[in-house]
């Protein structure tokens, strides 16, 4: 067994007492002012008021903003800049609890009393568990009239031994949420009382295999070099329940619950695993707690016996979250042996329920806050994998969304899933791309799924235990086949970019994926296109969620173009935005949008390795027409993310006037001690390049096609400065119509005779407006129609 030491059971890091300076209270009432947008009420008929923390309050000592209270005896008012409260000093009611949010939203939807819904933008929710499409979601922090309400009245809290404990009951606790549209803002201030979002090691951002299946050592391992041959990238190896006994003597219960390998399939655990790590990715194995420990167990006597029982007895030993010596235990000798053998994280799998022998607590939540904890050991930065357990559930990433279904309303349902997480800080979800449950074989359904998973928090490919059911893209057919290949190594080619809105998520508090309205929250198309999303600083993504159509060959997608220039990164197509549109995608790829001035980084190889380190090859994507700039953060790869000296930031800077790139490297340890830099610039099919390396000209070899140009340095050491130079205040031409037009008419299942028809209404002198007018009445297939037109009137 390892010598580290063992990790300690007990709450998470916190500071719940609030500074006295931030406190108005009275004998059963109690306002603490946390941030000028979020207030805590309480009230509490026995006097007493809660000091410890909670599953979402851990953290409420913060600096203490400028408020003003003014006391009229009967009643009370606590105002900020943001928000005014207004309260009778009584329990808690419709007339003598009043929020007013100030500025920003009207008064008339801006005020909220005590009973009233929030009608909030929602959350997210434990589980898509049987859910085909869409469910309601809890409660988030944001809403269009500018307040939220966080009820943490019945969550359960950390005792003064550090360990579990109920609440006293009849008390109520609130968090109000009151920063109007700054929805941004109010995440952020959620993160202040309820702890930041932890840096996930970085090969979490990679490609994750699984499927519920009874793999063996060998068909595990000739499965990865199988998919290495076909140049598909991997950096999580998960393994479904199977890796257990499962098949036991009813006398011990089910096979669900399982510590021991089965060793008809693994016969040597600890071969398996370095074969794994070998190959250059982690392992997870799935646990489904429920049933704790069972005496046909190998680790059975151990865990009697550090319980202080009778091994001889062959008594079950329950799962009981709240005994304490019991989960130190579970991770400190059941989970540890095993990870000891080479297990990188835990799958924790359903089943536990949602009770326990203490009122309020919640099994499921203290499973998540052991094993992540547990998982820090050794230095490791933690990681584990369970479903989303209330608000808090940040904390312990990443999240498991359960057993999807198999259909195009699930798929449509997950990119708005995803993004309204991030209103109750939820940045980490990891869904069952292509489905897990039912439904049929639809190569289209299945392309579209790995779309949007390579845009998602977390891929993970997943399907059940069926012998014809698998996401291995050569299973499918070879067009759906080529697209799902290059999608997943476009996944790994972006962790230089994910990892560093890795650490961006905690350090400025911003979730990987937002909806649309936490960056233009007063634009009312903004809250309307659940397909739309900003994926990390510099791209915006419209997932396809529909079949294409007959006649087009393309799926639409209805969106909204936010102001400025915006163009294409996987098509070369440009936008006029500050409108709304209708977008139209052949199966080869979905709309994955960048303004002018977005800089951003990949891995520069085109099918990059399984173990996604620090890239000695990097490639910067450039949209030329405004200033831009990126950080590319990198690590060791240890530690939460705190310490900056495991942590380098490259400055990677385009300035249009001048037309250069520049990148100020850094030397460490983990980073290549020389580069190749290729910058690649996005709708620029000419140009002419100089490159300077601390001031010193260098070789560049420029590299056109696809519409776009690339620049490449090679052996730029690590703390050099790197200039690339295209000449001052490069734009990019305008897009070839004509040539977008006769490819659409082209893929066009439709007669012959009416797509020259349309080419010659279409290439005719005359008024946008003319053209588009004949070609209506041509009373071509409006599914044409739409996709001609959003060639015609891309760019004005």
Request: charged share 25%; aromatic share 10%.
């Amino acid at each position: 067994m390892s010598t580290s030491p063992a990790p300690t059971v007990s709450h998470p890091p916190s500071e719940a007492l609030a500074d006295p300076a931030a406190v108005v209270a009275g004998d059963t009432w109690r306002v603490t002012v946390l941030t000028d947008g979020l207030l805590r009420l309480e009230h509490s008929p026995d006097g007493g008021f809660e000091d410890r923390p909670s599953t979402f309050a851990v953290r409420r000592r913060l600096p203490v903003p400028e408020f003003r209270v003014v006391d009229e005896g009967d009643r009370v008012q606590v105002s900020t800049d943001r928000v005014r409260l207004t309260y009778d000093k009584g329990p808690f009611t419709t007339h003598g609890l009043l929020v007013e949010v100030l500025g920003g939203v009207t008064s008339y939807h801006s005020t909220w009393r005590y009973g009233e819904p929030t009608h909030d933008l929602g959350g997210t929710a434990r589980t898509l568990d049987g859910a085909d499409g869409a469910i309601p979601l809890e409660p988030g922090v944001v809403s269009r009239q500018g307040f939220s309400v966080i009820d943490d009245s019945t969550s359960f809290v950390w005792g003064d031994d550090g360990w579990v404990a109920s609440r006293e009951e009849g008390r109520q606790d609130l968090y109000v949420f009151a920063y109007g549209h700054d929805h941004a803002d109010a995440v952020r201030a959620l993160y202040a009382v309820s702890g930041d979002q932890p840096v996930l090691p970085r090969w979490a951002l990679g490609n994750w295999w699984s499927r519920y299946h009874r793999y063996t050592e060998a068909s595990y391992l000739q499965l990865l070099d199988r998919f290495a041959a076909e140049g598909l990238p991997f950096s999580v190896a998960v393994v479904d329940m199977d890796w257990h006994l499962v098949d036991i003597d009813p006398a011990y219960g089910s096979g669900w619950t399982g510590y021991t390998w089965d060793r008809e399939l693994f016969p040597d655990p600890e071969r398996f695993l370095e074969q794994v790590h070998r190959r250059g990715l982690r392992v997870t194995l799935n646990v489904h707690p429920a049933d704790g420990v069972r005496a046909h167990e190998e680790a059975y006597e151990r865990v009697a016996r550090a319980l202080g029982r009778d091994p001889g007895l062959r008594e079950p030993i329950s799962l009981d979250v709240t005994d304490r010596d019991f989960m130190r235990v579970y991770t400190d000798v059941l989970h540890r042996e095993l990870e000891d053998q080479g297990v990188d994280f835990w799958w924790v799998d359903w089943q536990q329920g949602t009770h326990s022998r203490i009122v309020g607590v919640d099994p499921l939540w203290v499973l998540n806050h052991v094993h992540f904890l547990a998982a820090a050991r050794d230095g490791r930065r933690p990681l584990t994998f369970s479903r989303y357990a209330g608000p808090g559930s940040h904390r312990y990433p990443v999240g498991f969304s359960g057993d999807a279904y198999v259909t195009w309303a699930t798929l449509a349902f997950q990119p708005y899933f995803t993004a309204t997480a991030a209103n109750i800080g939820y940045g980490w979800w990891s869904h069952d791309v292509g489905g897990h449950l039912e439904g049929v074989k639809d190569d289209e359904l299945a392309t579209r799924w790995v779309q949007l998973g390579c845009f998602s928090p977390i891929l993970r490919l997943h399907s059940q235990a069926n012998p014809f059911m698998t996401k291995e893209p050569a299973t499918f057919g070879p067009h759906a086949a080529a697209v799902q290949t290059r999608f997943l190594r476009l996944r790994q080619r972006l962790v230089p970019y994910l990892h560093s809105m890795n650490h961006r998520a905690r350090a400025q508090g911003v979730p990987l994926v937002t909806p649309l309205y936490h960056r233009w929250p007063d634009e009312g198309a903004a809250y309307e296109h659940p397909e739309q999303f900003c994926f990390g600083d510099a791209l915006l993504v419209a997932a396809v969620t529909e079949p294409a159509d007959r006649v087009s060959t393309r799926a639409a997608v209805p969106v909204w173009l936010p102001p400025g220039e915006w163009v294409d990164l996987l098509t070369g197509q440009q936008y006029d935005g500050d409108r709304r549109l209708v977008l139209h995608r052949d199966l080869d790829t979905v709309p994955v949008l960048a303004a002018a001035g977005a800089v951003v980084p990949l891995d520069g190889d085109e099918v990059p390795g399984n173990d996604p380190v620090a890239p000695e090859h990097v490639e910067v994507l450039v949209v030329v027409g405004a200033d831009g700039r990126h950080e590319l953060v990198e690590d060791d790869g240890t530690g939460g993310g705190t310490d900056e000296s495991r942590v380098t930031r490259t400055a990677i800077v385009w300035a249009q006037a001048a037309g250069e790139l520049t990148v100020e490297g850094i030397a460490a340890p983990y980073v290549p001690a020389q580069r190749r830099w290729s910058v690649t610039f996005v709708g620029l099919p000419e140009v002419t390049a100089t490159a300077s390396v601390d001031g010193e000209a260098v070789e560049a070899a420029v590299r056109r096609a696809d519409g776009r140009t690339s620049v490449v340095v090679d052996a730029v050491p690590a703390g050099s400065r790197l200039v690339v130079g295209i000449g001052a205040d490069p734009r990019r031409p305008r897009d070839d119509v004509r040539a977008r037009v006769v490819r659409v008419l082209d893929d066009a299942q439709c007669a012959y005779v009416l797509k020259a028809q349309a080419l010659e209404v279409l290439e005719k002198d005359v008024p946008l407006g003319a053209r588009i007018a004949q070609l209506h009445a041509f009373e071509a297939p409006r599914s044409l129609e739409s996709a001609l037109l959003e060639v015609l009137t891309a760019q004005g």
